[in-house]
C-alpha cells in the first residue's frame, strides 16, 4: 500500500477526523472511500458519449432527496396520463 502526505486547513483536518470517528474508520479509509466512489461516477459519465443529449443534460435537475427514482416516475406517469389529479 503506498503512502500519501496531504495538506489541508486545520479546520479541514478537524472535520475529517470528526466524520470519520462518527462513521467508525479512519480518515483515510474514509478518503479512499471518497476517491473510489469519485472514480466510478466519472467512468460512469465517460461510458455516454460527450456530444450526446444526455451528456449535455446530466446534471442539470436535482431531485429531493427524500424521493426514490420509482416515486418520481410514478409522479410523472400518472401526471401525464392524468390519473389522480382534480
Sequence with gaps: MAKLTLSMDDDVVTAAKRLARR?????????AGMVKAMA?????????PA????????GIIKAPAERSDRDL??????ERHGIGTP
Design 40 to 48: 466510478v461516477q466519472e467512468q460512469s459519465r465517460a461510458a455516454i
Design 73 to 78: 416516475l410514478t409522479d410523472a406517469l400518472l
Design 51 to 58: 456530444d450526446s443529449a444526455a451528456a449535455r443534460l446530466t
Design 23 to 31: 462513521h467508525r474508520t479512519s480518515v483515510s479509509a474514509m478518503l
